[in-house]
């Protein structure tokens, strides 16, 4: 499965990005989405996931009720809504897929990483 992550860019504080991840068939049928990150000097973290189906979500406590997570269906595209950033979501943004239909936390198949930067 091969992910295309797009939409990073650097922005103020307080400002608003959306990624996007695009699989370029069916690749994503049946299988939960992820958003990851990773800053300079820090291991990979989990930032958001969302069901196959779409009807649950989840977040990392930093992001929780600033990001959201949805997926497009049809066009297999899934979309993370950054909102009122903070400079230490400074990282680079991977997307992966989960062989499964819930979240799990995990990655199985991941994209090429986008660089989001947020200045203060």
Same mark, same amino acid.
């Given at each position: 499965?091969?992910?295309?992550?797009?939409?990073?860019?650097?922005?103020?504080?307080?400002?608003?990005?959306?990624?996007?991840?695009?699989?370029?068939?069916?690749?994503?049928?049946?299988?939960?989405?992820?958003?990851?990150?990773? *800053?300079?000097?820090?291991?990979?973290?989990?930032?958001? !996931?969302?069901?196959?189906?779409? &009807? +649950?979500?989840?977040?990392?406590? /930093?992001?929780?009720?600033?990001?959201?997570?949805?997926?497009?269906?049809?066009?297999?595209?899934?979309?993370?809504?950054?909102?009122?950033?903070?400079?230490?979501?400074?990282?680079?943004?991977?997307?992966? *897929?989960?062989?499964?239909?819930?979240?799990?936390?995990? !990655?199985?198949?991941?994209?090429? &990483? +986008?660089?989001?930067?947020?200045? /203060?």
């Amino acid at each position: 499965v091969q992910l295309q992550a797009s939409g990073g860019g650097s922005v103020q504080a307080g400002d608003s990005l959306r990624l996007s991840c695009q699989a370029p068939e069916r690749a994503i049928g049946g299988y939960a989405m992820d958003w990851f990150r990773q *800053a300079p000097g820090k291991e990979r973290e989990f930032v958001a !996931g969302i069901s196959f189906s779409g &009807g +649950t979500t989840a977040y990392a406590e /930093s992001v929780e009720g600033r990001f959201t997570i949805t997926r497009e269906y049809g066009k297999n595209i899934v979309h993370l809504q950054m909102n009122n950033l903070k400079p230490e979501d400074t990282a680079v943004y991977y997307c992966a *897929a989960e062989k499964s239909m819930i979240v799990g936390r995990r !990655g199985d198949y991941w994209g090429q &990483g +986008t660089q989001v930067t947020v200045s /203060s």
